[in-house]
């Protein structure tokens, strides 16, 4: 990285943290006063450029977002809630996908392998826009749990699907067996590679109470379990949401492709997101761990997108036929998402009596 680089880099985070002050002020979601000063950057004359790319945002920006969002997560809570996260996650990305992908393919003409990447990289929530989202609303505990330990899950489950499409998109082996071994070093290997990093630091960290030397600690578990599991071929994204977690628990195109085309997709995202939420929550209507109907809305309309689809998106492998299509229409799923769901979620939780003042309990 130059000198220039870096100097747009720091002007990145010192605006960032201008923003974040004032849309506390304006009462604005941080998400969408990021997403507008960025706009408005890009139309201001002599701005240092800072190309977007799938490294900048996987290996600066994503990596201590997914940490510090796993840290935060209440282990107890998280474990009695994880059958119902996992199905959401997994079984709903899946769901959520295939009907994103079969749209694309038999409206619009995409053929399967790009209709199935942009289907997996669009179908899971982002954990930076709904956590950054929900931190700003006073939000019934159990519902901010399952929202946010759901966005970082799915997340691990949409890098996962989106790594084996992109091997076959690239002219990889495709048999069955390969699918299941790639998935299983994937999967296993980024909960694997996440552990070890995490243990070693609890490690040294056990042997000290220097502040200075915790913060760097966390820092290092950040960026080492998700570089040491992407150098390896593993999951960086479950790497670093299993070293947060155990870290927790420890210590607690063209503007016509861009209009037609982007409307069906959303149509699309927003069907799907339907279909792998209220069918898989009628399942545990007669459990002890049922949602409530306003749990399930907000669940449908609060799957934010951001900032990981767009990085998935730049990480199309070349031969991908729609690959430009893909880009242009992941931004406009992703703008749509942050503007119109995230301005009016924190509505619909009060519109709901979801706050925390009518109810903190975590078991509802």
């Known amino acids: 990285m130059n000198d220039l680089s870096i100097l747009a880099l720091g002007m990145i985070l010192l605006t960032a943290s201008l923003v974040a002050m004032i849309s506390r002020r304006l009462q604005l979601p941080y998400s969408v006063g990021l997403v507008a000063a960025g706009i408005a950057l890009g139309f201001m004359p002599g701005v240092v450029e800072l190309p977007l790319s799938r490294n900048l945002i996987f290996t600066v920006f994503l990596p201590p977002l997914i940490f510090q969002a796993a840290l935060a997560i209440e282990w107890r809570h998280f474990r009695l809630n994880l059958p119902v996260t996992v199905l959401l996650a997994f079984p709903g990305v899946a769901i959520a996908a295939a009907v994103v992908a079969a749209g694309m393919h038999f409206l619009l003409g995409w053929t399967w392998i790009g209709a199935g990447l942009f289907g997996v990289l669009i179908a899971a929530t982002d954990p930076v826009s709904v956590i950054a989202a929900f931190k700003e609303t006073k939000i019934q ?33 495709a048999t069955p067996l390969s699918i299941a071994a790639s998935l299983f070093w994937t999967v296993a290997g980024g909960i694997a590679s996440g552990a070890v990093v995490a243990a070693v630091l609890l490690l040294i960290a056990g042997r000290t109470e220097d502040h200075l030397v915790e913060i760097t600690l966390t820092t290092i578990a950040a960026y080492g379990s998700f570089l040491l599991a992407e150098d390896l071929g593993m999951s960086g994204v479950l790497a670093t949401l299993t070293a947060g977690l155990i870290g927790g628990h420890e210590a607690h195109q063209p503007l016509g492709i861009f209009a037609g085309t982007s409307v069906v997709a959303i149509t699309l995202v927003l069907v799907g997101r339907t279909l792998a939420i209220y069918p898989f929550c009628a399942l545990l209507a007669a459990t002890p761990l049922k949602l409530d109907a306003s749990y399930q809305h907000i669940l449908v309309w609060g799957g934010l997108r951001g900032a990981l689809a767009l ?54």
């Open 141 to 173: 505990p159990r519902l901010a749990l399952l929202v946010e330990s759901e966005s970082l899950l799915n997340d691990g489950a949409a890098a996962v699907g989106f790594g084996i499409l992109a091997a076959m998109a690239a002219g990889a082996e």
């Open 311 to 364: 990085a998935l998106a730049l990480a199309l492998p070349d031969d991908v036929a729609e690959r430009s299509q893909i880009i242009v229409v992941a931004f406009a799923v992703v703008a749509f998402s942050i503007f119109i769901q995230g301005l009016s979620v924190p509505w619909l939780i009060r519109r709901m009596g979801l706050t925390a003042e009518r109810g903190g309990s975590t078991s509802k």
